[in-house]
């Protein structure tokens, strides 16, 4: 605990409700969010019972999705604090906060809700999950091409308050369709007299609602921009998405690759505060699932047995060698899936990969095969062939099964994540076994 | 090659100059790029001759490095083009370009840059790399508290141009000592009569200089900007950073820790453009350091050898034991290595978090157990009990490892990302084989 949450913790104990406002009054609202994350649960409840609407807001939209919950459970004796926290959220954070709510619950939040933000709320949530409607808002500026920039200013005075970002506005025409988005900069550096339409240049980038959320990050990070508008079927613009809920998303994503790679899944979540259980509960399935795969390089060997009791030298190689492709496999996948997931490399390519990887792998078997047979010529010269050759064929093999999992997990609409480094190592596990005592057994002309 | 593409390569052929010209001119620097990407080197620097001051400097920024530097040495002839774009070129983007270009190259096209933007350039180099500094622009608008929001918008009106971005206005003392940072919507929201100094609520977040660039990623993350002060010590604002580089690291960061953990080294590079030679390179040192490795499991196989041969059973069980150890382990890393990325996780809950994943992971080896006894009952009984405590034992070695290796890591200053899936799988296959064979040869009494 720091020393702000002991000052905080005192004064909630000395109901110092005076002193606690202003102590809060000093703090960005993530600092809040942060401090409060580190209390009680109760006393979580009475410093955001303190806390001016504005701030309240704000707060709200730094804490966990459990923390939230907990917020609003504890202020349901004082239901027009949560009435007003709720419509004052931002549309885009409230839909974060309800998505993830039980069902029940988030109906019954939702008739808190005013007839309008209520109808915005049904809007934003009827996006399927992970689409670019999900992370939408209705709230932007909007002006006609015939204002002039004083005008443009004007209106923006008049009606920006509850714009999400005034970074960039919105050209539409009668229709409401989309003509242009100019940054703000723009019209800023405009003399007054000059007109919206000498401005646009017609040239914007539209989301598409329906659009996966991943489409957004890749548009926002190739077109350097800070929020970008979202249209219909029509060219109507219907909302915008802002970069810091971009941001956010890119994190996620790119946890959980990283962490469907190591093979833990749906794990966005904090170690220190997950319970045992969920801990367990997440990583079984995937262990349990590869144990399997296992079994069929046991089987392997126990159809080897005969090679194995007549050689049992060929035993000490097995790691290194089964280690050495399922090695060589997770690095091609590595390289895959980040490719295709960064856009750098796209599904027609693969042909062309193909060889390329072929090649790859065959100077790093070769290498590899002239470090092992030194080790071999020393300890066990009889096998060294065998370990060379298995060597060779093992990293090559290990390599194409890493290529190809990603490729045909992105074939079938599965994320090429999923070829984690573990289920690769499984795989090339077994084809190493087979190839390594199938050599054997033709070398000792069994 | 796309349609655009192909027109271009047409146009180019004709030497349609007008044409094509007037074709530029409808595209975002961003597609600019991406066509020219496809192009031929000849063919790219003909388009890069004709793009307007403005769209080339655009242009230029969203190629990659190796781009860059094809367009500037085909420029060489025409050096009148490279003297423009060079000065041209935003500070943090020409910091990115000349961080990257061989020393005497950079020294050569340095002289080109006018004193001003010289001793710029020569500043933000002078700070490390993956530093804060590297990102930084000194390129802001800047206004006193004693300003009206009138005359502020006057001022960016005069000042404005060269500005990075608008979205966040800077108000400094006479001293230049950054008072605050106020986003451009407070501005565009009050009243043109409303000083300045009754917007500002001197709560900012600054950066150092000297940070790394994580640091800013966590900042941007966690507050919601778009943009960031740099202070020096003294509070002396020296520059901004802005949300757009930031996505750009954000996104190497993460494929570096992903590459990392798969073992492949500093590897932001597109497969399809990457020479053979150049992949071989980076994949072959990791690889043959993993040999050496599973060389000390062989090392310990041969020891156990009079055991092996009293129960050959035992090594049809040796892949999915040692498989299961370095699946566990992997997992467990891949959970430490994001959660001290993202700072979910600090170095002083080390002990707490290592209570959590024995119980975790003794809850993990157990289940494991009494699946593969079932196996090892059907198929030889005789070594199911020697089995299933093996597998509680490395599957619990296995976790302990995954979350060690990340945490040694970084208590001796390295990356814990490095703490690759093949090393932890590499190290528990030692672990599991010692582990096995020990128990055997004390169960058969050896």
Same mark, same amino acid.
């Given at each position: 605990?720091?020393?702000?949450?002991?000052?905080?913790?005192?004064?909630?104990? /000395?109901?110092?409700?005076?002193?606690?406002?202003?102590?809060?009054?000093?703090?960005?609202?993530?600092?809040?969010?942060e401090?409060?994350?580190?209390?009680?649960?109760?006393?979580?409840?009475? +410093?955001?019972?303190?806390?001016?609407?504005?701030?309240?807001?704000?707060?709200?939209?730094?804490?966990?999705?459990?923390?939230?919950?907990?917020?609003?459970?504890?202020?349901?004796?004082?239901?027009?604090?949560?009435?007003?926290l709720?419509?004052?959220?931002?549309?885009?954070?409230?839909t974060?906060?309800?998505e993830?709510?039980?069902?029940?619950?988030?109906?019954?939040?939702?008739?808190?809700?005013?007839?309008?933000?209520?109808?915005?709320?049904?809007?934003?949530?009827?996006?399927?999950e992970?689409?670019?409607?999900?992370?939408?808002?209705?709230?932007?500026?909007?002006?006609?091409?015939?204002?002039? !920039?004083?005008?443009?200013?004007?209106h923006?005075?008049?009606?920006?308050?509850?714009?999400?970002?005034?970074?960039?506005?919105?050209?539409?025409?009668?229709?409401?369709?989309l003509?242009?988005?100019?940054?703000?900069?723009?019209?800023?550096?405009?003399?007054?007299?000059?007109?919206?339409?000498?401005?646009?240049?017609?040239?914007?980038?539209?989301?598409?609602?329906?659009?996966?959320?991943?489409?957004?990050?890749?548009?926002?990070?190739?077109?350097?921009?800070?929020?970008?508008?979202?249209?219909?079927?029509?060219?109507? +613009?219907?909302?915008i998405?802002t970069?810091?809920?971009?941001?956010?998303?890119?994190?996620?994503?790119?946890?959980?690759?990283?962490?469907?790679?190591?093979?833990?899944?749906?794990?966005?979540?904090?170690?220190?505060?997950?319970?045992?259980?969920?801990?367990?509960?997440k990583?079984?399935?995937?262990?349990?699932a590869?144990?399997?795969?296992?079994v069929?390089?046991g089987?392997?060997?126990?159809?080897?047995e005969? !090679?194995?009791?007549?050689?049992? /030298?060929?035993?000490?190689?097995?790691p290194?060698?089964?280690?050495?492709?399922?090695?060589?496999?997770s690095?091609?996948?590595?390289?895959?899936?980040?490719?295709?997931?960064?856009g750098?490399?796209?599904?027609?390519?693969?042909?062309?990969?193909?060889?390329?990887?072929?090649?790859?792998? +065959?100077?790093?078997?070769?290498?590899?095969?002239?470090?092992?047979?030194?080790? /071999?010529?020393?300890?066990?010269?009889?096998?060294m +062939?065998?370990?060379?050759?298995?060597?060779?064929?093992t !990293?090559?093999?290990?390599?194409?099964?890493?290529?190809?999992?990603?490729?045909?997990?992105?074939?079938?609409?599965?994320?090429?994540?999923?070829?984690s480094?573990?289920?690769?190592?499984?795989?090339?596990d077994?084809?190493?076994?087979?190839?390594?005592?199938?050599?054997?057994?033709?070398?000792?002309?069994?």
């Open positions: 605990m720091n020393e702000i949450e002991m000052r905080f913790q005192l004064l909630i104990e /000395a109901k110092n409700w005076k002193a606690l406002k202003a102590e809060l009054n000093q703090l960005d609202p993530h600092d809040i969010a401090t409060i994350s580190e209390l009680s649960k109760d006393n979580r409840v009475i +410093l955001f019972r303190l806390l001016p609407r504005e701030q309240a807001k704000e707060t709200f939209q730094h804490l966990s999705h459990d923390e939230q919950e907990g917020v609003i459970e504890g202020l349901a004796e004082n239901s027009n604090k949560i009435t007003s709720l419509n004052d959220l931002d549309p885009d954070d409230r974060a906060f309800f993830e709510l039980p069902g029940k619950v988030s109906q019954r939040l939702m008739q808190l809700l005013s007839n309008k933000e209520r109808a915005i709320a049904t809007r934003l949530l009827g996006y399927p992970d689409s670019i409607g999900r992370l939408m808002t209705p709230e932007y500026v909007a002006i006609k091409p015939h204002f002039t !920039v004083a005008q443009a200013l004007d923006i005075r008049k009606f920006g308050h509850n714009s999400e970002t005034l970074n960039v506005i919105y050209v539409v025409d009668n229709q409401w369709k003509i242009d988005d100019i940054k703000i900069k723009e019209v800023l550096l405009a003399s007054p007299e000059q007109l919206i339409s000498d401005i646009v240049d017609n040239r914007f980038i539209a989301l598409n609602a329906y659009d996966d959320q991943e489409v957004a990050i890749k548009v926002f990070q190739d077109h350097d921009r800070v929020a970008l508008p979202v249209t219909d079927s029509n060219g109507v +613009l219907i909302g998405v970069i810091d809920d971009v941001m956010d998303i890119v994190e996620e994503e790119n946890t959980e690759d990283f962490q469907k790679f190591g093979s833990i899944q749906e794990m966005v979540v904090n170690p220190l505060k997950a319970g045992i259980f969920y801990l367990y509960k990583r079984i399935a995937w262990l349990f590869l144990v399997f795969m296992n069929f390089s089987a392997a060997i126990a159809h080897f005969g !090679v194995i009791q007549s050689a049992v /030298a060929l035993v000490f190689f097995l290194l060698l089964i280690g050495s492709g399922g090695n060589a496999g690095q091609s996948a590595t390289l895959m899936i980040r490719s295709l997931a960064t750098d490399v796209e599904m027609q390519d693969w042909f062309r990969l193909l060889g390329k990887e072929l090649l790859v792998s +065959l100077l790093l078997g070769l290498t590899m095969a002239v470090g092992v047979s030194l080790i /071999a010529a020393v300890r066990m010269p009889d096998v +062939l065998i370990v060379a050759l298995t060597m060779v064929l !990293v090559m093999a290990g390599s194409m099964l890493g290529m190809l999992l990603p490729f045909l997990f992105t074939k079938f609409k599965m994320d090429p994540a999923a070829a480094a573990p289920l690769i190592t499984s795989v090339s077994i084809t190493g076994v087979m190839i390594y005592f199938s050599i054997a057994t033709w070398y000792f002309g069994l």
